[in-house]
């Protein structure tokens, strides 16, 4: 491109660099002070920002370690923070697998069938979505405390409970995979069509393998979404061994038990994974958050 | 293709089963229905019940075909969606609360079943041990009479005060087994043709409390005894018996409790109201209590303003911060712009419950790090949690921490849309990167941005977590009825209504939310005007 450079244009540069530096350090700095005090001993000090002295007690007791103390007495691990990083894997999974099954085939209809009601159906959708869960906490606790009733194991207190009250948020999961199944040429399909195979087969041995790739986008959304959720969860799940991540943490900074240096190992053992799938996956997230947005 | 053959065989295999498994599973889900039926909750059948005959219907009729594919995903969203929604704005017309729990009838079968232990009647009792088995004896008190098949209790007291004492023996009692005894029936010790061994001492018999607890004893005229203390066993007396008209009577004064169905109490003809109460529709009392109870109305207006401020600001701020960001990153003379890109998207990344609770732990007054960098550089110390105007700051320093990645992405994905030749022209103009920011850049994208920003306010707006998780809504006003924090945003005082420490008002936390619907369903509808525009405008 033929831009006019100078030497404002080098100084612009630099400014550029410094503005970005300093940003940078703000931004890092929660972050980076998080390692550092899991690393440093105690919960209490208000030590240097770099560790002088490394101590690995935090790490342990986040591992469900318990360790020896200066004074000889043992320290058990605070919370269980494995189970919680279990329980939280778990239900995610479960309900991001039945996320991605329903969505998939709802899309299907939505991008390939003639049904009645269609557009209605998809605007209703759409509509619904704009709603965030945490304004029907109160009759979402109630229908639990029903459903309980009839069947405890799908109650409150229930990993089950939580896995079905996620399987409500799919519209914007199915609006994406439509969009997907959507840019694949029909031709395909027809062609099968021809050869003999059922509606179902065309689906199921046709277009699914072509569309693995969302699949797996909408899986990693949803998967993200479900483990950091955390208002319907902290409803449905009070027990301590129930918990999830996202509801247990906030126990580690409670005003009359401060365990500062704990949280911090808990929170950079279970927040880095999440990160690290949160940052392979950027490059599809990214462009879902853009077509999204083009497409309002 | 080989897997299409053996599906098709096991297809076949399928289609011979189709209609036992149909037919299995049609009276399992109608079993459900009648149960819950059964337990009074018409409604709740009815809604069961229509669920499953959608369901049963689009899987069985040939012409419901598309349905299939959609049926689990509309039923998902109908079901912890739609159904909530309107079971929430149902709520808000009821008195539902930790003190209006169950409904009439179940609050009336509660109070019949609640009991009172006959003072009059109650024995004392002993323990003996009887090889590994025990025996309990019960004593009558000396100054009452020994029970009467018919007993009158009001009359006990008037009885001879010197009646002798009688005493009952139980069989042997296997109390350590696994399975023990829960009703014995007893015999006068008199008739007894066995030798007593010495009473256990207190402490023996109280390892036995639990299963003692479990146990009845029947004496020789029907009456039945239950555990009511620590050395004492006693006939159980209804406190409350059936009247007409749906009403209740104290046996004890014989005063009549009639149910009211406007405040969900059963109520005497003073006023004086039951525990608990039950659920009934209040109309619009809980939505007249915001506008005109002024203890309610204060603290709930200021969080109405601090709500749109908190929203509005953070739209503002990441704003500000994404903008220029995202003009920068797409800024070709600029190198490392990848490297930059990741680094500021981490925020992003990082799952906001650990990057809002490690803000809390760094905001810390005494142990937090920012405090102990603002001590070594300028000497302060501020409390930042203490006081509401910098809690209110830390919020927003965190949400636009953890807001300003996403603005920065979609501003970067707008600005890649713009023409280059409109920089070429404005630079063969001899333009400032400022007069271009300006005058192409930010009118450029300024109008498909608009509905994208609604949709961050609407999202912050209702952006419970990271108030729940960084001030649980405290500072908290003084002098309120219903505890209400400075930095509550509406929903996040719903939830404290609902779920924390002020008597889990469900409908009036249901009236609140039901409000918040409209708002957003305002929010969604500017969205949706302004994305129309922007189509109509391409």
């Known amino acids: 491109m033929a831009i006019v450079t100078g030497n404002s244009q080098r100084w612009r540069v630099l400014a550029a660099h410094a503005f970005l530096w300093i940003l940078i350090a703000i931004t890092l700095f929660p972050l980076l002070a998080v390692i550092s005090i899991s690393l440093r001993p105690g919960n209490f000090s208000t030590g240097t920002l770099i560790p002088t002295e490394i101590s690995l007690e935090h790490w342990k007791l986040a591992l469900g370690i318990s360790y020896q103390a200066a004074d000889g007495s043992l320290v058990e691990p605070p919370f269980p923070v494995l189970k919680w990083l279990w329980n939280s894997i778990k239900i995610a999974t479960i309900s991001s697998l039945l996320i991605v099954a329903i969505s998939t085939t709802a899309a299907y209809a939505f991008a ?18 704009m709603f965030p869960a945490v304004l029907a906490l109160v009759a979402i606790y109630a229908i639990f405390d029903t459903i309980g009733t009839y069947a405890p194991w799908l109650g409150i207190e229930t990993h089950a409970g939580v896995i079905l009250a996620y399987l409500g948020g799919v519209a914007m999961h199915i609006w994406t995979i439509r969009g997907y199944f959507e840019t694949i040429p029909v031709e395909i399909e027809e062609c099968a069509k021809v050869d003999g195979a059922t509606q179902w087969q065309t689906f199921r041995y046709v277009l699914l393998p072509m569309a693995v790739p969302i699949l797996m986008v909408v899986f990693v959304l949803a998967f993200i979404g479900t483990i950091v959720e955390y208002p319907v969860a902290s409803v449905l799940l009070r027990e301590e061994p129930n918990l999830t991540l996202a509801v247990g943490s906030k126990y580690y900074l409670l005003e009359q038990r401060y365990l500062w240096g704990d949280f911090a190992a808990a929170a950079v053992l279970s927040g880095l994974p999440i990160t690290m799938v949160f940052l392979i996956a950027q490059k599809w997230i990214v462009s879902g958050l853009t077509a999204g947005g083009v497409k309002g | 293709m080989s897997s299409l053959v053996i599906h098709h065989g096991l297809n076949k295999f399928l289609a011979k089963l189709r209609w036992p498994i149909t037919i299995a599973l049609a009276m399992a889900c109608l079993y459900l229905v009648f149960n819950i039926y059964a337990t009074g909750q018409v409604a709740w059948a009815m809604g ?58 179940r609050v009336r079968t509660y109070l019949l079943e609640q009991t009172t232990p006959d003072e009059a009647r109650t024995m004392d009792y002993t323990l003996h041990a009887d090889g590994n088995e025990f025996r309990i004896v019960v004593t009558s008190r000396p100054a009452t009479p020994a029970p009467t098949p018919t007993p009158a209790p009001t009359s006990a007291s008037t009885s001879a005060a010197s009646s002798p004492t009688i005493q009952y023996a139980s069989p042997s009692l296997a109390l350590l087994s696994a399975k023990p005894p829960n009703k014995t029936s007893m015999l006068p010790l008199d008739q007894a043709s066995f030798a007593l061994n010495p009473p256990l001492p207190l402490i023996e018999v109280l390892k036995h409390r639990n299963i003692l607890m479990q146990l009845q004893l029947q004496l020789p005229n029907q009456t039945l005894l239950n555990y009511t203390g620590v050395s004492e066993f006693g006939p159980l007396n209804p406190v409350w018996k059936t009247s007409n008209n749906d009403s209740l009577v104290l046996i004890e004064s014989g005063e009549t409790y009639r149910p009211n169905r406007d405040t969900g109490n059963f109520e005497n003809d003073k006023g004086a109201a039951i525990q608990p109460g039950f659920k009934v529709g209040v109309g619009f009392a809980n939505y007249s209590r915001m506008i005109t109870d002024p203890d309610f109305r204060g603290p709930f207006l200021s969080i109405f303003i601090w709500t749109v401020m908190f929203s509005g600001l953070t739209v503002l701020f990441t704003l500000a911060l994404g903008m220029p960001l995202a003009v920068l990153l797409n800024w070709e003379a600029l190198p490392y712009r990848t490297a930059y890109r990741t680094l500021l998207f981490l925020p992003y990344a990082v799952p906001a419950f650990i990057s809002i609770l490690v803000f809390k732990g760094l905001f810390n007054q005494n142990f937090g790090e920012i405090n102990t960098i603002l001590q070594s550089l300028f000497g302060i110390k501020p409390a930042w949690f203490a006081d509401p105007t910098l809690a209110k700051i830390a919020i927003l320093t965190v949400n636009v921490w953890l807001g300003y990645p996403y603005i920065m992405i979609l501003c970067s994905g707008l600005i890649k849309a713009i023409p280059a030749d409109l920089y070429e022209a404005s630079s063969i103009a001899g333009a400032s990167p400022l007069t271009n920011f300006f005058k192409i850049t930010a009118p450029l994208i300024i109008k498909p941005l608009a509905p994208l920003l609604i949709t961050v306010f609407a999202f912050n707006f209702n952006n419970f977590v990271v108030i729940a998780l960084l001030t649980d809504g405290r500072p908290d006003y003084l002098n309120t009825k219903l505890p209400a924090g400075t930095t509550d945003i509406l929903v996040s005082y719903t939830y404290r209504i609902a779920f924390q420490d002020s008597g889990q008002n469900f409908g009036l936390a249901a009236a609140i939310s039901t409000v918040i619907f409209f708002m957003v369903a305002a929010l969604s509808m500017a969205n949706l005007k302004f994305a129309k525009i922007n189509a109509e405008n391409k």
Do not use: C, W
């Not at chain 2, 499953?52 to 969203?77: D, I, Q, T, W």
């Open chain 2, 48 to 105: 069961v019940l229509l669920l499953l005959a959608v369901g049963f219907y689009v899987y069985l009729s040939k012409g419901a075909l598309s349905y299939r594919y959609l049926f689990p995903g509309l039923a998902g969203m109908a079901v912890f969606v739609a159904f909530p929604m309107l079971y929430t704005a149902q709520i808000g017309f009821t008195n539902y609360s930790s003190a209006h729990l169950l409904s009439e009838d």
């Open chain 1, 112 to 129: 390939r069938l003639k049904f009645q009601f269609k557009s209605t159906i998809l605007n209703t959708m759409l509509l619904l979505q």
